[in-house]
């Protein structure tokens, strides 16, 4: 099964961190532990803080960390009672509470020195594992939430797209490497680039010599998608390589590019349009259902160039509907 979330791409990156920050836990958790230590990585940030601040008010602690007034009472409480922080008023303020770790609570601190020193080591390991600089990245997207919310981004995308003009034109040469990047982009993110996919990202000029057409989705001037007809015979056209830039989902592209592309194969008087694809695919498959395509033969994808293909569909072109809208 594949993973959903990762599916989901950016839609779903709050349940991402927070599923990497939940499973980081309990490795960290496992750590402390193997080491006979009772000490809960939710407390971390602000033990730590106080280990190297000395005494400081909850107010002045939610700032330091960035979380809110009730996070650090609860945390706190939860250090009071494990006998590791004590809370006091303030001398001039009653109202102000003051928290500064017990003698228990330094002394543990220098017993978790060493621990801190290996976690740190084995989580930089990991990090460059991945391939990812995620300390500086998460602080550059911080950054630029707290310049531009994502209410006013959303806001501003929703203004932009009120009166966008989606056209479909032909390919033209200084289009050309959109083809190959916007198709990259999808099949990286779910599959492998594979060699016939090489061959036709490399010249999709090729593709009209051989009687096909490649058509792009282009707002003002920025091209945002694309599909291809290929030519197999004198009674079908494969559609292939359809993709959307994923900034731009949600707009109608797919859905403007298959009436595109079925327009344009019936003027080339096929009787079907065929295609491949892979049922993890669901959104794509979706829309190819709405327009009326349907499975052929399991078998048939046995024969297809690319591994990833599971799912072959085809068209009717003299029965061809307006989609669906469920």
């Given at each position: 099964m594949t993973d959903y979330l990762q599916d989901l791409g950016y839609l779903a990156l709050a349940s991402r961190l927070k599923r990497l920050s939940e499973k980081l836990a309990i490795c960290v958790a496992e750590v402390y532990a193997a080491e006979g230590i009772k000490f809960e990585p939710r407390w971390f940030p602000v033990f730590r803080l106080l280990a190297d601040q000395g005494v400081m008010s909850v107010t002045d602690i939610a700032q330091a960390i960035g979380i809110t007034h009730p996070a650090v009472n609860q945390i706190a409480a939860e250090l009071e009672k494990a006998g590791l922080l004590k809370a006091?008023?303030?001398?001039?303020?009653?109202?102000?509470?003051m928290l500064k770790l017990t003698k228990k609570g330094n002394d543990l601190c220098l017993q978790l020195q060493k621990i801190w020193?290996?976690?740190?080591?084995?989580?930089?390991?990991?990090?460059?594992?991945?391939?990812?600089?995620l300390?500086?990245?998460?602080?550059?997207?911080?950054?630029?939430?707290?310049?531009?919310?994502?209410?006013?981004?959303?806001?501003q995308y929703h203004e932009q797209t009120k009166s966008t003009k989606i056209e479909v034109i032909d390919l033209t040469p200084e289009y050309s490497h959109h083809f190959a990047r916007l198709n990259r982009a999808w099949i990286e993110k779910y599959f492998s680039i594979e060699a016939s996919d090489l061959a036709q990202l490399a010249n999709p000029e090729r593709i009209i010599e051989n009687g096909g057409?490649?058509?792009?989705?282009?707002?003002?001037?920025?091209?945002?998608?694309?599909?291809?007809?290929?030519k197999l015979d004198e009674d079908t056209i494969e559609l292939i390589k359809?993709?959307?830039?994923?900034?731009?989902?949600?707009l109608g592209i797919g859905r403007l590019l298959m009436e595109a592309a079925i327009t344009r194969a019936q003027k080339m008087n096929v009787k079907q349009l065929r295609l491949e694809t892979?049922?993890?695919?669901?959104?794509?498959?979706?829309?190819?259902?709405?327009?009326?395509f349907k499975e052929v033969s399991p078998e048939t994808h046995l024969k297809s160039k690319y591994e990833r293909v599971d799912l072959v569909m085809e068209l009717q072109l003299g029965c061809a509907a307006a989609p669906s809208q469920g």
């Open positions: 006091t008023a303030d001398a001039t303020d009653r109202r102000k509470r020193k290996g976690l740190h080591a084995s989580i930089s390991d990991s990090v460059a594992e991945s391939g990812a600089d300390v500086n990245a998460a602080a550059a997207m911080e950054k630029a939430l707290n310049r531009q919310s994502l209410l006013s981004r959303y806001e057409a490649v058509l792009f989705a282009r707002i003002d001037e920025k091209i945002v998608g694309t599909c291809a007809l290929k359809m993709a959307v830039d994923e900034a731009y989902r949600g892979n049922s993890k695919l669901k959104e794509a498959v979706g829309l190819y259902k709405a327009f009326g």
